[in-house]
C-alpha cells in the first residue's frame, strides 16, 4: 500500500517505524528469565506446527501432508514472563525433513504461549523500543543446527482475521499510563533536536478509539491515537498511531497469529479499531448505478493499488447503487486530475467517464498542461468548458479548486487517514487493494 507522502507524522513517530514498528514505546524491564507458572503443552505445540505446515501451499511444503506428531522435535525452550504474561521462545526441529522445494530438513525459532496454540512475531517495551523477544529467541537458538538442516518460516498461509473482536475483557486498559509511554518515548526521540518536546504533558496524546479483544489467556487491546503537538513551531499536524498492547500500556505487539492456521488474530481489533467515518460533504459522488452496494473510496487517481481498486469496481458496477470518491491526491499532477473530476461533476459533463478516464487511461505526466490535454482530448465538452488554452485552465482549475482539495486532504487526514486506497462498501472499510474481499462485499 502507498504510504501517503503528504501526512506529516510526528517525527517521532517516523523514528519509531525505522526501528521496527508502527509506535514502539517501551517500559525499562527486561524479559525475566522466570518459569512461568504454566508449563509449555509440548504435544499441541507439535501437532500446531504439522497443522500449520499443511496449510502452506504447495511448491513451499509439498510433502508435509504425512508428517505425523512424531515429526517435530522441541530441542529447546526458554520460558519467561513480561509483567503477568507467560511465554516460550522455542527451537523446533522437523523430522523427517519437510518436503520443501530445496529438499531440506527445517528448524523453527517461535514465541508462543503456554498452550502453544498462539504465536508471536516480537513484544516491544514501550518506553525504549528494545524488543523483549530477542534474548530468549537467542537462548532458545544456542542449540546447534545439524549439518543440513534450514532455518525455514511458517509464512504463505492465509492472513484472514477471526472472530475475537469485542470479547469482554476482565482487565480494563490503562489509558494513562500508555498516555505517559508514548509521551515519554515522544521525548526520548524529540529532545535532540526539539527542546520544546520536553514539554509535553498528557493532554498532548488522545485516544481516538480502543477495541479489546483476547487471545488465550491474554488480554489486548488495538488502540488508535492522536499525538497532538504543543507547539506549532514542531509540527501544526497531529501524528495518527495505531497499536496493539496490552491492558497495562506497557507491552506492545507485532502481529499475532494463530500457529495452526496462520489467521491473524489481532487484524480484526485494529481494523475496527482504525475504522474512519468519511464525512459527506468530503464523497463526491462520480456514479449512480442500479445496484445494490454504495461505496466510497479514498483515492488518488496516479496512485497503482488506487487503479486496481477502482477497475474492479468500474468492473462490477452493474453490483453498485453508488460510487463517490474522496479525494486525497498524494502523486505528482494528481491534483490537477482531482480538480478536472471535480469540475465535471459540477459542471454535469460525463463524471463517471471522466472518472473512469483518469483511473485507466490517463497518463502521469509533468507538467499539469500535459495532463489537462489529454482530458481535452477525450472530451470535447471539457475543453469547451474550460477553453481551448490548457494553460489558462490550469490557473483556472487552481483558482477554483485546489484551495478546496487541500482543505479536504487536511480533514481527511485529521481523520487518521494514512495511506491510500481506502474503499468503503456499505460502510464497511477494506484498507488496500484486496481483490477477493471487494468480490465478497459487492456480490
Known sequence: MKILRRLVMVTSVILWAVTGSALMVWSQDKPQGIPPKSNLDEEKLKANILARIRTVPKGEASGSRTFEAVSVVIKKEVPFTLGSMEFFAVRAMLVPPIMATDQKPGVLDLIVDYTGRFRFTDIRDLVTGKILTQEPLAEAGRVKIPEGFRVVTL?????????????????????????????????????????????????AVDIKNKVPFEVGSLRLFAVRMTVLQP???????????????????????????????????????????????????????????????????????????????????????????????????????????????????????????????????????????????????????????????????????KASYFALLTAEVNETTSLGVTSVPIVFIDGTMVIGFEEQKIVELTS
Request: with cysteine; charged share 25%; proline share 6%.
Open 231 to 397: 507547539s506549532p513551531a514542531i509540527d501544526p499536524k497531529p501524528g495518527n498511531l495505531a497499536l496493539t498492547v496490552d491492558h497495562t500500556g506497557r507491552f506492545q505487539f507485532s502481529d499475532i497469529d494463530e500457529l495452526a492456521t496462520g489467521n491473524s488474530l489481532s487484524l480484526a481489533a485494529m481494523t475496527e479499531a482504525t475504522r474512519i467515518n468519511i464525512p459527506e460533504k468530503l464523497e463526491l459522488a462520480v456514479f449512480n448505478g442500479s445496484g445494490k452496494h454504495n461505496v466510497v473510496t479514498v483515492s488518488d487517481p496516479f496512485c497503482p493499488a488506487c487503479r486496481k481498486v477502482w477497475n474492479q469496481l468500474w468492473s462490477r458496477r452493474d453490483k453498485l447503487k453508488s460510487i463517490k470518491i474522496c479525494h486525497y491526491p498524494v502523486h505528482p499532477g494528481s491534483e490537477v486530475a482531482c480538480a478536472i473530476i471535480k469540475h465535471a461533476h459540477a459542471k454535469h459533463i460525463s463524471p463517471a467517464e471522466v472518472a473512469n478516464f483518469a483511473y485507466t487511461k490517463l497518463e502521469q505526466k509533468e507538467k499539469p498542461e500535459e495532463i489537462i490535454q489529454q482530458f481535452f482530448d477525450a472530451f470535447p465538452k471539457l475543453r469547451k468548458s474550460l477553453g481551448d488554452n490548457p494553460t489558462a485552465a490550469y490557473k483556472t482549475l
Open 155 to 203: 509464512e504463505g498461509s492465509s492472513r484472514h482475521d477471526v472472530a475475537l473482536v469485542a470479547k469482554p475483557t476482565k482487565s480494563k486498559l490503562d489509558e494513562q499510563r500508555l498516555k505517559d509511554n508514548v509521551l515519554t518515548r515522544v521525548r526520548t526521540v524529540r529532545s535532540n533536536g526539539a527542546p520544546e518536546a520536553k514539554n509535553l504533558g498528557g493532554f
